[in-house]
């Protein structure tokens, strides 16, 4: 790529990278800040959304919104029509629309080795956020807990669960979501990546 070209599209890149974060925060955890209310589903107005950015500093187009939502490595937006929003990982109330699910007998929770023993010790909290986020495989939980730092790899044996009557949900983007994971189903792993 020539030079000027290579520049810009670092900048795009930049600039796009920003934009997600400031999504991400307005539609999972402070909608009230660009004076938006999340409907049923999480979903807000894409046009309440585009002014309430630009008011904050964070001008951008329709076509960048788009861009956005299509180029999310985790699909963390969706968009309906003339509205948008994030598929998971919300702080405020709101009703996702979720409905229980049968999880795959195994799923994997990415975290930091500092949080392990009190992790053992008490279980899994969900935290700020309305459920503890789960993973199917172990890259995706691996990649989760990188964010922290020193990474291990929880394994939660959600078939166990779910038949002692925990409910687990299933995001638009395929995080798997509980209430809480008692300690009795969690296991250490190696945390070796997936082969493919
Ligand atoms: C830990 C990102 C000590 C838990 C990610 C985690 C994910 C405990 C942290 C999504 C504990 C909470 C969610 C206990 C839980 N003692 N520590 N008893 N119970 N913890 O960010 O799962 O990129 O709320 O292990 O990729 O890390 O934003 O949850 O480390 O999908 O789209 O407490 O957020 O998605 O941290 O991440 P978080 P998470 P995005």
Not at 118 to 134: D, F, M, N, T
Not at 140 to 162: F, H, K, N, P, T
């Amino acid at each position: 790529m020539p030079f000027q070209a290579s520049f810009i599209h670092s900048i795009y890149t930049l600039f796009m990278q920003r934009l997600s974060r400031a999504i991400s925060y307005y539609l999972r955890h402070a909608p009230q800040e660009l004076g938006l209310q999340l409907e049923p589903g999480g979903w807000v107005e894409v046009a309440g959304l585009l002014a309430g950015l630009q008011a904050k500093g964070h001008p951008c187009t329709l076509a960048d919104l788009t861009r956005l939502v299509a180029s999310s490595d985790k699909r963390r937006f969706a968009l309906d029509g003339q509205r948008i929003r994030a598929n998971q990982g919300h702080s405020v109330p709101v009703n996702l629309q979720l409905t229980p699910q049968s999880p795959p007998p195994l799923l994997y929770h990415g975290t930091t080795a500092r949080f392990v023993p009190g992790i053992l010790e008490q279980g899994l909290h969900r935290g700020k956020r309305h459920h503890v986020h789960l993973s199917q495989c172990l890259d995706s939980a691996r990649q989760v807990g990188q964010r922290r730092g020193s990474v291990v790899i929880l394994q939660v044996d959600a078939e166990s669960m779910q038949q002692q009557g925990h409910p687990f949900y299933c995001s638009a983007n395929q995080v798997w979501l509980t209430n809480f994971v008692p300690p009795q189903f969690i296991r250490l792993t190696g945390g070796q990546p997936d082969p493919g």
